[in-house]
Nanobody, 130 residues
Framework: QVQLVESGGGLVHSGGSLKLSCAASGFTLNYFAVGWFRQAPGKEREGVSCISATDESTYYDDSVRGRFTVSRDKATNTVYLQMNNLKPEDTAVYYC???????????????????????WGQGTQVTVSS
């Protein structure tokens, strides 16, 4: 089946690190841009990061810039989100998303609604304690 599979979430103390993974089954994720999003309880979804497929350009929300790094391992068809110096405000469910028609690049990656992405991962919980 065609889907995204996420892993790597967990509980970490403030200042700690986690590395999230986003892997595809049924298609080659290497050909498409991938966005990372998060949603905390009672809050709207917000964009975190995006990595393009055409030129590997990366994009970050100001709240995570300098702390998070998105990367791609083409050998394993996986996109990663390395999260360093985590803060309690980073606590959320993290999702990866892509669209085989729209996401060759990261253009407009954080302006699309949830329904405008073809695939979403199941979400992985990241909890950062004070």
């Amino acid at each position: 089946q065609v889907q995204l599979v996420e892993s790597g979430g967990g509980l970490v103390h403030s200042g700690g690190s986690l590395k999230l993974s986003c892997a595809a089954s049924g298609f080659t994720l290497n050909y498409f841009a991938v966005g990372w999003f998060r949603q905390a309880p009672g809050k709207e979804r917000e964009g975190v990061s995006c990595i393009s497929a055409t030129d590997e350009s990366t994009y970050y929300d100001d709240s995570v810039r300098g702390r998070f790094t998105v990367s791609r391992d083409k050998a394993t068809n996986t996109v990663y989100l390395q999260m360093n110096n985590l803060k309690p405000e980073d606590t959320a469910v993290y999702y990866c998303a892509t669209d085989r028609i729209l996401m060759l690049t990261c253009a407009g990656w954080n302006s699309r609604g949830v329904s405008e992405y073809e695939f979403w991962g199941q979400g992985t919980q990241v909890t950062v304690s004070s």
